[in-house]
Structures are given as structure tokens and as C-alpha cells.
């Protein structure tokens, strides 16, 4: 069965220090990838994305995400953390164009993000 | 470019009754997608539409329906609302024509926060 799983779903770290945001997917072909970020109140906007190539992909807000198939994984990281990345994370997973599964997303649960002054 | 727009931002409806929604794709997406966002049940896949034609259906009953017309501009109805239909209805377009990156990156809208009584 095709999930995604965000195994922490809060976490605090103070402001300035590194973070990584876990995730981790089951999937039967090669899937997209991607990270959002959700204010409260608000949608969802696209932190970053994989789809092939480099496992390292670099996306807005200074966050990076490394795709690793072998543990089939794609964490997010920051090195320096700014109060105003507080807000909740979501992992997900989406289907190459003409798959059976176009334009469907697979969502983890998200992790809400708390920032220590 | 403007991005997704989706209207009411908030509605409020009592059991029993219909609501519809709207939304409307970046200018040029062709396919939009529709999501429910509960405290519950996470984000979870409702539907897709690309060209006026479903897709792809998520795992809701029947009284959840959508349509798109020919300007990619799309409306889902929810008939016989129930309690648990309160949520977040989230809305993403995609341009749909193109596989890879571009194509099946799917960019959200505010939502719309329904709450039934």
C-alpha cells in the first residue's frame, strides 16, 4: 500500500539551531516528492520537490531535502532555524503523469514545528 | 501570476444541507485537485480533474462530486452535509499536460473552512 510517514509529530528546537524532519514512504514505483509547509489558517505552499537526478534537492527558506531510495526516505533539513519557520510540515508522495494515480497526493501526518526564542 | 484562488474562504451550513465550492487554477494549469484537511484523518485525496474529465477519485462516498468546466475553473459539492464533513477543503492546480517537474507539481490554494452544525 502506498503511505507516507512522518514519525514525529511535534518537535521544538531552538531558534538558531540545525533541524531535520524525518519521512519516510512506501511506494510501489519511483515517486515524486515533495515537502509542504502550513501556517495556520492557511494552504499549503511547496517547500521543495524531487522527481530524479541529484538526491539533493535545495528548495525555499534555505531548506534541503535528500532523497535516499535505499531507506526510502526524504528528510528535510535547515542548518539555522528562524522563529518564523514555526508552522506545521507535511511529507507527500504523487504519481508520474499518466500513472493511475495522476494528480493524486499521499500526505504523511505532518510535523508541527515549534521554535524556542 | 496569480495563484489558486478558492471561494468562500469560510462558510457555515447546518446538517442535512448542500454546499458547493469553487476554485480556480494558476492560469494555464489544467488540472486541479481536491483535498480534505481534518484534525483526524490529515490531508486525504478527494478527486481530480484535468480537461473537463475525472481522473482520478479518492475513497469518499457519492455525496462528495466535482466538475471542472472549460476554463480549468473547478467546483466540488458536498449534498447532505454531515457533522464530520467539517474541514478544510484544500484545492491545488497543476498544469497536467507536461510529465516530470512542471508538470506534476501541485500548488495549493488558502482552502475553504467549512463548518456544519
Known amino acids: 500500500a502506498q503511505s507516507v510517514t512522518q514519525p514525529d509529530i511535534h518537535i521544538t528546537v531552538s531558534e538558531g539551531a540545525s533541524l531535520e524532519l524525518r519521512c519516510n514512504y512506501s511506494?510501489?514505483?519511483?515517486?515524486?516528492l515533495f515537502w509542504y509547509v502550513q501556517s495556520p489558517g492557511q494552504g499549503l505552499q511547496l517547500l521543495l520537490k524531487?522527481?530524479?537526478?541529484?538526491?539533493l534537492v535545495q528548495g525555499i527558506k534555505g531548506f534541503e531535502a535528500e532523497f535516499k531510495r535505499s531507506q526510502s526516505s526524504f528528510n528535510l533539513r535547515k542548518p539555522s532555524v528562524h522563529w518564523s519557520d514555526a508552522a506545521e510540515y507535511f511529507c507527500?508522495?504523487?504519481?508520474?503523469?499518466?500513472?493511475?494515480?495522476?494528480?493524486?497526493?499521499?500526505f504523511g501526518q505532518g510535523t508541527t514545528l515549534q521554535v524556542k526564542p | 501570476k496569480a495563484g489558486v484562488t478558492q471561494t468562500p474562504r469560510y462558510l457555515i451550513k447546518t446538517r442535512g444541507q448542500q454546499v458547493t465550492l469553487s476554485c480556480s487554477p494558476i492560469?494555464?494549469?489544467?488540472?486541479v485537485s481536491w483535498y480534505q484537511q481534518t484534525p483526524g484523518q490529515g490531508l486525504q485525496f478527494l478527486f481530480e480533474?484535468?480537461?473537463?474529465?475525472?481522473?482520478n477519485k479518492g475513497n469518499f462516498p457519492g455525496r462528495f462530486s466535482g466538475r471542472q468546466f472549460s476554463n480549468s475553473r473547478s467546483e466540488m459539492n458536498v449534498s447532505t452535509l454531515e457533522l464530520g464533513d467539517s474541514a478544510l477543503y484544500l484545492c491545488?492546480?497543476?498544469?497536467?499536460?507536461?510529465?516530470?517537474?512542471?508538470?506534476?507539481?501541485?500548488?495549493f490554494g488558502p482552502g475553504t473552512r467549512l463548518t456544519v452544525l
Open positions: 491545488a492546480s497543476s498544469l497536467g499536460t507536461i510529465a516530470g517537474v512542471s508538470g506534476d507539481t501541485q500548488y
Open positions: 511506494y510501489g514505483a519511483t515517486p515524486y
Open positions: 524531487y522527481f530524479s537526478g541529484d538526491t
Open positions: 507527500a508522495v504523487g504519481a508520474r503523469s499518466g500513472s493511475s494515480n495522476t494528480g493524486k497526493l499521499i
Open positions: 492560469s494555464g494549469h489544467r488540472s
Open positions: 480533474y484535468f480537461s473537463e474529465t475525472q481522473r
